[in-house]
């Protein structure tokens, strides 16, 4: 999964990200509307969590933009605008969900997870071939009866693969799953990662397309 988080508040944005980075999620922060405008521009996200009250452009403003430009990316909104008048508002500019400051971090990476699963058509959000069984709500991988333990980033691959079977994903496409504009893109990571999901979950589980990138199969 990756987001666009749009916060101007220096120390909510820090806690969101670190959050986010324990759940496996990738996440691009922008601290301001335009820079936000900038980012949906040149970047696919799973979903944008967007606080309203930003500096310059206002997520309201940004939001109705997004939507008049047909870009259909979840929005979650994060506020203190907390009167009915002003979430009425907020949820008729576009957003998908809203959350009131302040708020409780497990519940936001809940919704957020919830919002992204509905976004993707999946609310059962289960994933099974095989031996092997993927719940990408309680984020539990079996393989029979065993339950298989992942890396954050092996998970953020996972997730990203289970998600679309079927389809292949590019090295680029799987590399925007595991980092942010502030980290730094490891040579070989996604080789790395994908030949720890083989061993735990069976060589044939994800299928190297040669020249493509990575998938698994459409069940």
Known sequence: MKILLVEDDVMIGENIQIALDGEGI????????????AALATHTYDAVLLDLGLPGKDGIELLRGMRARSDSTPVMAVTARDTVPERVLGLKAGADDYLIKPFDLEELIARLHALVRRARGNTESVYRHGEVLVNAATRQVLVGDRQVILSSREWAILDA???RPGAILSRGQLEERLYGWSSDVESNAIEVYIHGLRKKLGQQFVINVRGLGYMVEKT
């Not at 990738?26 to 509307?33: E, F, H, L, Q």
Request: proline share 0%.
């Open 26 to 37: 990738a996440s691009d922060w922008a601290k301001d509307g335009t820079a936000a405008e």
């Open 161 to 163: 693969l289970v998600a």
